[in-house]
């Protein structure tokens, strides 16, 4: 396991103490959006076991992502993620460990059957991004009978966008896609998320690899999206109020002012919680 960790992208888990607090969906927001992405991975089978989510910067897809892996009701035995950034987290050939590394530590049968591969072949986290994905992910999962019978886990790739070279996300992106096409009765579901970058659309837009995905379209000005932030601002200025009690009008923030920032931060979620941090 130790070499593996070494392997790893440090704090690109959905639990890692680098990323505490990470940024989540504001209670009560996103609901509609949170539940499509729960339910398909409660539900997903065939070679559909891909749900690509998809939106500009700043409508707040990894706080959806975080909220779907920690969601309670996600009927998966293990979960496990990559959550990409270009402050420091943006390596790509090491993803795969990285998702390894985190299965390995909750499934003791799947850690026995990559340390036995590790050891037989020391190289092999050194090895190409193909290599590792057959000898971590496609083996373990589609070979062993108890694994591939175990029921859902899920794996979720956040801000793909943001890893480092263009070639490297789209042989991520292939070997997924080729992976739910070729094994079915596979056990992994994925959710990737990413900004609408032309070379990810264009893979995604290919007819070949439709068979393996659906598509989570987050619109940034829709009505949704306003409601969204408009309950964020309120209730983030709510609290600001009572923080602050003996200093705040009572009646503060007045609704037209309130309105107008809503306005301006559209259903961008970046926009409202920069506006809060600097009231």
């Known amino acids: 396991m130790e070499k593996l ?8 888990e959905f639990d890692s ?14 609901l509609d959006i949170l539940e499509r992405c729960r339910h398909f991975v409660r539900t997903s089978n065939g070679k559909r076991k891909t749900r690509w989510v998809v939106g500009a910067a700043g409508v707040g897809k990894s ?19 990559v959550f990409f950034s270009i402050n420091g987290r943006d390596d790509g050939t090491k993803a795969i460990a990285t998702i390894s590394y985190q299965l390995a530590a909750k499934s003791e049968l799947y850690r ?37 019978s175990a029921g859902h886990a899920l794996i979720v790739i956040d801000g793909l966008d943001e890893c480092k070279g263009t070639r490297t996300q789209l042989e ?29 659309t264009s893979f995604f837009s290919r007819s070949d690899v439709a068979p393996a995905y659906e598509k989570e379209k987050i619109v940034a000005n829709s009505d949704e999206a306003r409601a969204d932030v408009e309950r964020f601002l309120r209730d983030e200025l709510t609290d600001i109020r009572k923080k602050a009690s003996d200093s705040v009008d009572p009646r503060w923030p007045e609704e037209q002012d309130l309105w107008k920032l809503a306005n301006a931060a559209g259903g961008l979620f970046a926009y409202a919680d920069t506006a809060v941090r600097y009231i």
Not at 5 to 12: D, R
Not at 63 to 81: C, D, G, K, T
Not at 125 to 146: G, T
Request: net charge positive; glycine share 2%; proline share 10%.
């Open 5 to 12: 960790l070494k392997e790893t992208i440090l704090g690109a």
């Open 17 to 30: 103490s680098a990323r505490d607090p990470p940024p989540r969906c504001h209670p009560g927001t996103r």
């Open 63 to 81: 706080a959806i992502m975080q909220s779907v892996v920690e969601s309670p009701e996600l009927a998966v035995n293990y979960r496990a993620s």
């Open 112 to 148: 026995q059957l990559i340390e036995r591969e590790i050891t037989r072949d020391p190289a092999l986290l050194r090895s190409s991004i193909a290599k590792q994905f057959f000898k971590l992910i496609v083996e373990p999962f589609i070979h062993n009978p108890q694994l591939a």
């Open 172 to 200: 991520l992106l292939r070997l997924i896609s080729d992976f739910c096409i070729t094994n079915p009765s596979s056990p992994l579901v994925w959710l990737i998320a990413s900004r609408p970058e032309q070379h990810i």
